[in-house]
């Protein structure tokens, strides 16, 4: 059988075993049973069992394996088998926060599937991209992502991208005529189209010939490797991190086993139990899974408010966005387009009605006319409009459902006026059919499509008003093409300037009988001396919640920029209205404005913020971000069509629409706003510096008990006083009471005023000098002198003396040891009350508010009486039944820290006031 390429498109249906009015429903679902979904079956994952193993040797679990190799060595055995039972707990722990994260991430991906645009029974449906089978008829527009490998039966201006298939990232004509069988890849063949790649241009209709595993991609996929993606920044400093502390603890750990055999004369024994208990107290061992924690916890919360990430670390990234780029329609605005107002033949109609429903209908000097009148008097242009159109309305099916839109919104609202006009479209098109289309180019900002009527071919244009109006001749005057002199086009220009500053959205509409012999493909050649018709002016009303957004991100410190393709005083109108721009002194750049500036005048301009960017094309929005990423600031740039994608790869973080956004943008970004809506983006910043600020919690909190733990073996080395703390007694803290509270720290609210204080500088560190001053010197000393304090009080309270050893068996030891473990145990309650804020009070945002904490302390607590009372818990990590006496001193010092931090904090508030002022 000859390869269906080199077939003409009606054996191309014979061959796939299919019509022009598709596959029914019926046939589609039984060749989905025969065929299976049309999937890739996914790269091979690394096995489970390796990753769970790979938590075993990162840095944290080899300082904890070569502790416990010391203790063997040493000896002690029980400490030995105590290590590495942490290791093993951490390890586990580890990995179900890991695999938990992923699965969340996973899911995320599932809420937008793919989807793709097919004929089934006649009619324009979309499915699923999986539920795709052979024989299928496939809609394709500039955008879309191709789901299966398809032979075109129409093309119009098409060209795809096929770097999945051959490296290249060139746009590539396709065509829908017959191509003779060579011996060529078929990548070559001009009227396929593959899976995997994408359409950059034009629009078309294709039959499917394979799904899944048997396309051209899938079986390039089954010889693919797993790729290892690249660490993020925020993973990079974490890992920087590990391996800082691991120095500390690798250094103090040998420095004090020197002091400790040379200078204090211990054994070698007791030294490698020194340098084991420096080694143990300086391991923050619940670090690597709560930062998964929090980033997952983000994830999770940011898919709540519409906003989905495609990897764990772009949450932190939108925390430290400085300057936000971001598109005009539907993203500031509702999206749901309504023509307001025509104007025609010197006239202006009003059109009433809202929204895609076609109820309402045309008022001319306050006179509401008939549909009749309506459709006589504006024929034309509800013609140019209607037919120049690739939307489509969808009647509701059930009496609680609305009407819907396939296509473009801006489109479907022309196909509603056209309605309430008693245009009826669907009829007049049958008499007129469409031979051709010249899409719609960002560079043009026009379309043109090109009917048969009586005959005769006539294209009819839509588009920006003064680019329409720079291909116009004549205009249309009483029914007749008039010339298009100086003072009517200014005349024109006038009307549209008007409705630009109402913030009304302005197409101009034109058409012209072509003549013979010419060629439709040519845009110079159809797109010239054309007749004016109109201009239709609509409204698409700003969100709601946008302008209260917007604010919240001034007071945040964060720029932003609209960058729009629309008309500037459109473009500035909704910008006032909405907070953006203060509206006196705003400077308008368009792009023709962008494309004469230099490096040096548009950083000027992005420097004076003001500023908005009209009649921009997407290669604008690319050298914009470039520029300000000059500039040191840190970018999210917002896109929803196919050349959106170079911009938003540039961008630190891409942003992706949803609902508008096409399939390559979806793919480019690290973002994707499930509703199109700003405010979402405000909330995504909002997430990013909780889960930052949430990170530095947790640290402060580990870091803090380190100083207690730290301390006592230095006491131990120079003064001749026994150990205050054991390590087996410090793996009991950082593995058993420390591990919930910490965690509920990465689920800790937002502080009140997060969104008031600018963003944190591009190379400042997770770990800053203010943060280990506070975590070591404030409350690592603190809890340090409360710990030693109490030690030594239980001690002199039962009569030894300075300098008197004491057995590690002997029972006042052993309740001094308990006591000082109970009181690092009961010092970080207060610090982990204390660390839900770094400069609000805890009462501010409610003491008992994180439930999370509460649960956390609850568990600590349990654990800790487990430690003291269970015998055989007692028995192995040296711990002594304490009395109520004990009990009524230590329970003091959580209140006391979380005090003296709050103090602290009244401080600091107190001196930024001042300053302020």
Excluded at 480 to 496: G, S, W
Aim: glycine share 8%.
């Amino acid at each position: 059988m000859a390869p269906v390429y080199s077939l003409p498109a009606n054996q191309v249906y014979q061959a796939l075993n299919t019509a022009p009015r598709g596959l029914s429903d019926e046939e589609a679902a039984r060749r989905l049973r025969q065929y299976g979904p049309n999937e890739i079956e996914e790269a091979r994952k690394t096995p489970l069992i390796f990753r769970f193993l790979a938590n075993f040797y990162q840095v944290f679990a080899l300082l904890l394996w070569a502790s416990a190799a010391l203790a063997f060595i040493s000896g002690s055995q029980a400490l030995a088998w105590t290590i590495i039972a942490v290791i093993v707990l951490n390890a586990g722990f580890a990995f179900v926060q890991e695999f938990q994260a992923e699965r969340a991430v996973e899911a995320l991906k599932k809420l937008l599937p793919a989807k793709a645009r097919v004929v089934r029974d006649g009619e324009i449906k979309e499915i699923l991209a999986r539920e795709l089978v052979p024989g299928d008829i496939v809609i394709l527009d500039a955008g879309d992502n191709i789901s299966a490998d398809a032979r075109l039966i129409q093309a119009v201006e098409m060209r795809t991208i096929n770097a999945a298939l051959t490296g290249e990232s060139e746009p590539v004509r396709r065509i829908a005529d017959p191509v003779p069988e060579r011996p060529v890849p078929l990548s070559e063949i001009p009227n396929l189209v593959f899976a995997g790649t994408t359409v950059a241009f034009g629009s078309g209709r294709a039959v499917v010939s394979a799904t899944g595993m048997e396309t051209q991609f899938g079986k390039i996929a089954r010889l693919t490797q797993t790729v290892k993606l690249a660490p993020s920044p925020l993973q990079i400093e974490v890992h920087n991190i590990a391996f800082f502390i691991a120095g500390i603890a690798i250094v103090a750990g040998i420095l004090l086993f020197v002091v400790g055999t040379f200078l204090a004369q211990l054994s070698i024994g007791d030294a490698i139990l020194f340098a084991i208990g420096m080694i143990i107290a300086n391991v923050p061992e619940g670090l690597l899974p709560t930062l998964t924690l929090a980033l997952a916890v983000g994830v999770g919360a940011l898919a709540r408010r519409n906003a989905l990430v495609k990897r764990l670390s772009a949450v932190e990234t939108m925390g430290s966005v400085t300057t936000i780029c971001t598109d005009k329609t539907g993203t500031l605005t509702q999206n749901e387009m309504t023509v307001r107002e025509i104007w025609f033949d010197g006239e202006t109609v009003h059109v009433t009605g809202v929204g895609y429903e076609p109820v309402g209908g045309f008022v001319l000097d306050g006179t509401a006319l008939s549909r009749e009148a309506s459709a006589h008097l504006l024929h034309t242009p509800l013609r140019v409009a209607s037919f120049c159109n690739n939307a489509r309305l969808v009647p509701p099916s059930a009496p609680h459902e609305k009407w819907r839109i396939v296509g473009d919104p801006t489109e479907a609202a022309l196909l509603v006026a056209a309605l309430k006009g008693g245009f009826d479209y669907e009829r007049e098109i049958k008499t007129a059919p469409r031979v051709y289309e010249l899409p719609f180019e960002s560079v043009r900002k026009r379309m043109t499509t090109i009917h048969q009527e009586d005959g005769k071919l006539v294209s009819y244009t839509k588009g920006a008003p003064k680019e329409v109006l720079d291909i116009c001749t004549q205009i249309l005057l009483d029914g007749q093409a008039r010339p298009l002199t100086f003072a009517l086009r200014q005349q024109v220009m006038n009307e549209n300037d008007g409705f630009a500053l109402a913030a009304l959205r302005v197409l101009g509409l034109a058409f012209r009988p072509l003549p013979e012999n010419i060629d439709i493909r040519s845009v110079e050649q159809v797109e010239r001396d054309l007749v004016f018709v109109g201009l239709v002016a609509m409204m698409d009303p700003p969100r709601p919640e946008v302008a209260d957004a917007i604010k919240l991100c001034y007071q945040a410190g964060i720029n932003i920029y609209m960058i729009t393709g629309d008309y500037g005083l459109t473009a500035k109108t909704i910008a006032a209205k909405i907070g953006l721009v203060s509206g006196a002194g705003t400077r308008i750049v368009t792009g023709a404005d962008l494309d004469q500036m230099s490096s040096d005048d548009l950083r000027e301009a992005l420097q004076t913020h003001n500023v908005i960017f009209a009649r921009a094309a997407p290669e604008h929005k690319l050298r914009i971000a470039t520029e300000l990423q000059s500039l040191g600031q840190i970018v999210a740039m917002t896109g929803d069509g196919v050349n959106d994608a170079p911009a938003l790869k540039k961008a630190d973080i891409g942003i992706a629409m949803g609902i508008a956004g096409t399939d390559v943008a979806k793919e480019a970004a690290q973002m994707i706003l499930a509703d199109d809506n700003f405010a979402t983006i405000e909330r995504a910043v909002e997430e990013g510096r909780r889960v930052y600020d949430n990170i530095r919690k947790f640290l402060v909190y580990i870091f803090a008990h380190l100083g207690p733990e730290f301390v006592p073996f230095i006491a131990f080395a120079l003064l001749p006083v026994p150990l205050a703390i054991t390590p087996m007694q410090i793996l009991a803290i950082d593995v058993g009471t420390e591990t919930l509270p910490a965690l509920a720290l990465g689920v800790e609210p937002a502080e009140p005023g997060i969104m008031r204080r600018p963003p944190r500088p591009r190379r400042e560190r997770l770990l800053t000098v203010p943060l280990l001053l506070r975590a070591y010197l404030f409350f690592g000393a603190i809890e340090s002198i409360f710990v030693m304090a109490v030690f030594f009080w239980v001690l002199y309270r039962s009569g030894w003396t300075w300098g008197t050893p004491l057995a590690t068996t002997d029972p006042l030891y052993l309740q001094a040891t308990t006591i000082a473990f109970l009181g690092i145990v009961m010092t970080q309650v207060g610090t982990v009350f204390a660390a839900r804020t770094n400069k609000v009070s805890v009462f501010r945002v409610g003491l008992f508010s994180n439930r999370w904490v509460l649960w956390g302390i609850g568990f600590e607590m349990v654990v800790t009486l487990a430690l003291l009372y269970v015998p055989p818990l007692a028995e192995f990590f040296g711990m002594y039944p304490l009395g109520i006496e004990d009990w009524a001193i230590v329970i003091l010092f959580g209140p006391i820290v979380f005090l003296a931090d709050e103090a602290r904090k009244w401080l600091v508030r107190r001196s930024e006031s001042k300053t302020a002022l």
